[in-house]
Structures are given as C-alpha cells and as structure tokens.
C-alpha cells in the first residue's frame, strides 16, 4: 500500500480567522453558513485570504458484476454509454462543471467497454468490471492496491496543474450496492439499514437488492479492514477515488464532498486516515437513504439538502458557487474598520 502524510491542521490561525470573518461589516453570524465554510477554507490553506485555484472535477467510471443481478433500476450498458454523453457535454455533471467553469476530468478505472484511446478520457482501467460478489470477491487485493495508486496519481497531475480545489464524481451502474455493503460493514450498521433505492427501485426492488447484497456478505469473512472490504465489495472508480482523496488531502487540496458514493469512499479512506476528512467540505445530503448515516458517522454537516440523488458530482457542483461566494466574502468584504462602519454596541 502506498504511503499518505496527511498533516493535521493547524489551529494557528483560529482565532484571525474567526475574528476577521466577524469584523466584515454584517451582524456577527449572519452569512450563517457561509462563515463556516470560509472558516475552514481558511484552515485548510493556512491562510486568512483562502483563494480557490483552477477547480477541477473528476469522476472516476467503472463497471459492476453485481449489476447483472439486477440490483439497480438501469442495465449496466449506462455506464459506457453515459461517458460518450459526457465527451458531448451532455450530463447533468458536464452541464454543471461548464456552468460554474469547473475544468471536467473523467477517468476509466474499470467501465466494461474499450473506447478509442483518441477520446478524452483518462484511462487508468484495472478490468473490465469487477467481479460479481454475490458470488466471489470483486477484484484482487493486488488491484485494489493498485486502484489506490492510479486514483493518486491522477490527483498529482490535476494539483500540478495548478489546482487547490477537487470534486470527485463516479459512474457506475450498481454501485449504490458497493457504497451500502462499505457502510454497513465499516459504519457498524446492519445491512437492511444501508441499502436504499439508488437510480429509483421500488419497496420490492429493494427488498431484492437487499437479499442478492445479504447473500454477498454471508460468505464474506466480516474482516473491517478499509482495503479487506474495499477488495470484497468495492468497485474500481471507488477504490481510485480513496486513493485520489488519500493523495488530495496529502496536498493540502479542498476535498469538495458530493453524494452516497462518494462519500462511502471517504469513509474507507477516513478508515485509512481519519485526518483526510478535516480537508473535506460536505455538499450535500443524498435523497438515498442511508447518506446521513455516513455522514453522521464522519461529523459531516452538509451544506444543502435538495432531495438530490443523482452521484456523478451534480450535488457538489451545484454547491460549488456557495464555496465561491465564501471565499468571495473572505477577500472582499469591508471591515468595520476599513468601510467606517459602527460595530455593535456593547451595552443595549
Ligand atoms: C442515466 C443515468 C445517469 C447517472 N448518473 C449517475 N448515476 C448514478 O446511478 C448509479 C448508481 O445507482 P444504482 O446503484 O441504482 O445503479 C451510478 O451510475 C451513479 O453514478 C446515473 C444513473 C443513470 C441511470
Ligand atoms: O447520492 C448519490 O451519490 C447517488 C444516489 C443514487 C444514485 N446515484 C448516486
């Protein structure tokens, strides 16, 4: 396994920051959760002027033999037909990163199709699919080690490009199933309470998803090692995505957090390294049912909660300009001071 330094933050500029956020001239609080969030933008970056650089997005796409099982709504064929939509700019997520000028990245780590290598897409695949593990493991310990490293080294080339800011996305039909079987075993939680209706099940698509998933982990050995779980019930885009988030926070870069998937591969990484979640703003809760449960278990408060439930980024992306306007108010915004303006009364 490679190594990740993550550093702890520092608590050095604390008290500036919170002083410089309370001296703009509004009421103390009143950009609610803004202030938050430019707070630890501030933590992040050392710094009492956080900038965002060059935001990048990356989804990470790979394919899933469970999903020949029918535990989601859509047949597995979505997930390569959904990457030609994006090199269209087609997809809510390709829609969103040209909305807000979030540069789009998309990375095959395993999508059961060969694309023309001419296409912009970064090809990092470790199979065709994984295996299906109602049945067998998904893929080997050697690939799942793998998969981390190609996820990091992805990383090291969008930071090289000058980028302090990353959002990860995936593609993958079934994995929904993966991110469920990932909380259950490393949240502690029982499986019935981790899965949930993904693309769109109905109460009997679900009670199915569970039974085929159940099956998958009565003949797991229960191990809650973070690469054990990974390597049984992972997927190739999410184990590159704990790699590239291992990597991200190792670079000091701001982790923006989107849905279930994604934030199932946080909680593995946060299992490899508890210290990668301080580098991470939480989007958004998911519509899937179970995200809170995940979220909750890191101590991350999400910033909206619009009954999103899509993945591929969209809930991150439409977060993004709130991001923005916190950094905004941190670099711009007049102090007391600086505008003249009177501070509030000591006494009333
Ligand atoms: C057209 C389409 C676009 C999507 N974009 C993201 N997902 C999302 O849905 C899938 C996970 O849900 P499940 O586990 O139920 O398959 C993933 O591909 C995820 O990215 C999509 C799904 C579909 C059908
Ligand atoms: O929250 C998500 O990321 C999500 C939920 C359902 C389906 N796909 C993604």
Redesign the pocket.
């Known amino acids: 396994m490679i190594e990740f330094k993550i550093d702890s933050l520092s608590d050095n500029l604390n008290k500036e920051l919170q002083e410089k956020i309370d001296t703009k001239t509004k009421p103390i609080g009143s950009l609610g959760m803004l202030e938050k969030i430019a707070f630890q933008l501030g933590k992040i970056q050392n710094s009492l002027n956080p900038t965002i650089n060059n935001p990048n997005v990356v989804v990470f796409a790979g394919d899933h033999g469970i999903?020949d099982d029918g535990?989601?709504?859509?047949p597995k064929s979505?997930?390569y037909q959904?990457l030609y939509n994006y090199m269209e700019g087609g997809?809510?997520?390709t829609v969103f990163a040209k909305q807000h000028g979030i540069k789009f990245n998309v990375v095959d780590a395993g999508v059961d199709h060969d694309f023309d290598p001419s296409l912009p897409i970064i090809n990092r695949k470790l199979a065709y699919g994984t295996k299906n593990y109602r049945l067998e493991p998904a893929m080997t310990k050697e690939q799942c080690l793998e998969g981390i490293k190609r996820g990091a080294e992805v990383i090291e080339e969008i930071h090289q490009n000058g980028c302090n800011f990353i959002i990860f996305g995936?593609?993958?039909?079934?994995?929904?199933?993966s991110a469920s079987l990932i909380l259950s075993l490393l949240g502690d939680i029982s499986l019935e309470e981790c899965v949930g209706?993904?693309?769109?099940?109905d109460k009997e698509g679900v009670k199915s998803k569970f039974d085929l998933l159940n099956e998958g982990l009565s003949k797991y050995n229960q191990s809650k090692d973070p690469i054990d779980v990974l390597t049984h019930f992972g997927g190739f885009e999410i184990v590159m995505i704990v790699g590239a988030m291992l990597k991200a926070a190792e670079l000091k870069m701001t982790l923006l957090i989107d849905g279930f998937?994604i934030t199932s591969a946080l909680l593995a990484a946060f299992k490899i390294n508890p210290k990668v979640k301080d580098y991470c703003l939480f989007a958004h809760k998911s519509n899937e049912q179970a995200h809170i449960k995940m979220l909750n278990i890191m101590g991350g408060e999400p910033i909206l909660d619009i009954s999103m439930r899509?993945?591929?980024a969209t809930g991150a992306m439409v977060c993004f300009p709130l991001i923005k306007s916190a950094a905004q108010f941190m670099n711009e915004m007049a102090s007391f001071q600086d505008a003249g303006v009177s501070e509030a009364t000591e006494e009333i």
């Open positions: 999903a535990v989601s709504f859509y979505v997930s959904m997809a809510a997520s995936e593609k993958g039909i079934g994995n929904t199933s209706r993904g693309t769109g099940l998937i899509l993945g591929e």
